[in-house]
């Protein structure tokens, strides 16, 4: 891999995609492996000219290339929810990204909301599901608009899509000093799925025996999150259960602004693709407010991907500096300046 | 009311149940209203005993009363779910309690694992669904066991179950000096019930021009709850989405031993039932560690829904008294002191 260029299909969506993708590609650039970036105007733009959301024919092209770095899409000039289900969802679903990768890490120096807590105290993954689950799209309305009207949404859930993200999430336990991986899910209620969940982990557990395995409801986990992060390592969990929990790990690590997330294809049938959890945020677009270290993070998880570990290192130690020197004495600097102080210290 | 006896349903339960339900029980002796209670052994022991979790002529039994006070059901030695579904969630949707009244709000001198937080930042009420959505029990599995194995569950929702609880909230919203009310939903996944949620409130709220309406994301409002609990006033949720909300609600204000919770029929055509929103701790049973302080705040608000506003306010007041001598010199008080200590404070 390190011998040949990195291919790099790069969207950087709406609103403050545009800028925080803009500085991930500098720090990107400071790294100093050969990256060939081909960048693709989807999103709220893109819809509005031609209607088109995501072209089969673009579909198929960024099948081609080694990864994706996404940086968000989504406006209010779009009716809410099409960009996000017809691109974003799309392009996870198509490109079979079943694991959604979300650390939730406090690095040192972050403030969080949470009183007396230490770095240490949060350091978790979380393996999300990414291509079951309530995000099928299941479901139907009767009557629509009348007093009879009945709406329903399904939740789909299979041994093949569970299994190889309980998988995976196991090896992740594995590679990490705690071993200790916990299924997320609400099997008292949603007994069908939460069957398949909790005997799948049950099983792949016994190929594991050096993994801790535990369980926890959604609802309880929600709480833990905030009054004992320290109980987690890597939670597995399905498709809606991690889009709840990975936020409240962004508000706990320190902000939206520092999430970062990988899409991955373990197994590398098609590429994977990298954003920030965060969305497009048009309120603040433009004005060069927006942090981009979500994105330069989700960068070293996709050099880390592309199996440039000392790379990844390397970013992510300079945002762990640059997040260190945050407390002392800085005050606001714009997205380009933050770009630049870390690319700065990629580089030097 | 004032005038009659109370005639009260009370269903320790299992664990820590009977503990807390036993200093409930006291407060509200000492309120001065004439309460009669009958006890219902419902749970863990009657299961074992009989194999019955909830039948058919106590339900009936049940019906009779003015209301139910719950400890927590649930227990290791019980299959995981049967309890919750058949005797917890039966009750809940037999009686339709399609109101889960859930109040998140910090105490003064109150620990909150948030930094910097202060009481008046922490004031919600969330108004929970309780009788529709992923907890109507539809679903079903194909082949389970094998490889191909497909579990579904689903989210029903009617106009009918939707329409009324949001018309509840708009009320609560109402009565309160903010008058804010937020819906709580995944509307750009969730397409179809999420629509019929978002319609709903959006109709409702053309009567209450006084009420100011806001949409979110439960993924964005379960990281508000933690970096930004002040945007919330009352909100308005499903079923699913409230249980996991709460439960955050319940960290930030203090833990699982303050939350109190109402089940509540507005229409008045069956009881309303209330329980403490913890379950019921088999670890720490019978060792007087519970608090039941989240037990006495639900007697307050079944006094208060029986329309003796005076007694629950006096009941809240004791609490609230009690809560703040927590914090100066008190170190470790058993259940029943916990439970003496505040019944001094209604009575005196
Ligand atoms: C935009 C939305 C569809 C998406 C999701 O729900 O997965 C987002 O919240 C996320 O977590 O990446
Ligand atoms: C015990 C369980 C079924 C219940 C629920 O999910 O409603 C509990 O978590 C609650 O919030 O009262």
Redesign the pocket.
Known sequence: MNSRNIRLAVIPGDGIGTEVVAEGLKVLEAVGTKVETTTYDLGAKRYHETGETLPDVVLDELRGYDAILLGA??DPSVPP?VL??DL??RL?FELDHYV?LRPVKLFPGVETPLGGVRPEDIDMIVVREGTEGL?AGAGGVLRRGTPQEVATQESVNTAYGVERVVRYAFDKALSRPRRKLTLVHKTNVLTYAGDLWARTVDRVSLEYPDVETDYCHIDAASMFFVNQPQRFDVIVTD??FG?II??IGAAIAGGIGLAA?GNVNPDRTAPSMF?P?H?SAPDIAGQGKADPTATILSVAMLLDHLGLAEDAARVEQAVADDLVERQTGWSGRTTQEIGDDITARVAG
Do not use: A, I, K, P
């Open positions: 899409v989504g929810g996000e289900r974003l969802l996870r959604n995000y498709n809606l889009d990975t936020d997330s954003e959890v969305g």
